[in-house]
């Protein structure tokens, strides 16, 4: 069974930073397309960034763009999305995703299959 657990998550203020990260079980996430996307209350899920199995494409919205990286930890087997520079208004929901195709991804939502419960961002002053 296909599991994605993300942690890391918190209470910043405005310019500091959070480095996310996201496990797997069932599956071998150093060899899987994953994506982050985000959430805010009342409206849809945003691509944030994600990288392809071949690591051949990389993406970042253009809203995170210079603030955000996203990479992968093979000794832990996780993948990680640093976060600076946060936002108030940045959206406080995150989640990790494993995406269908290994040789691209996007930040489209119907683009990635597998889903975790999400991790609280909460950037406030």
């Known amino acids: 069974q296909v599991q994605l657990v993300e942690s890391g998550g918190g209470l910043v203020q405005p310019g500091e930073s959070l480095r996310l990260s996201c496990a797997a079980s069932g599956f071998g996430l150093d060899d899987s397309t994953i994506g982050w996307f985000r959430q805010a209350p009342g409206k849809e899920r945003e691509g944030v960034s994600c990288i392809s199995a071949t690591e051949g494409n990389i993406y970042y919205s253009d809203s995170v763009q210079g603030r955000f990286t996203f990479s992968r930890d093979t000794a832990k087997h996780t993948v990680v999305l640093q976060m600076n520079s946060l936002k108030l208004e940045d959206p406080p929901v995150y989640y990790c995703?494993?995406?269908?195709?290994?040789?691209?991804?996007?930040?489209?939502?119907?683009?990635?299959?597998?889903w975790g419960q999400g991790t609280q961002v909460t950037v406030s002053s």
């Open positions: 995703a494993t995406g269908l195709s290994r040789w691209w991804c996007s930040g489209q939502e119907p683009d990635f299959v597998s």
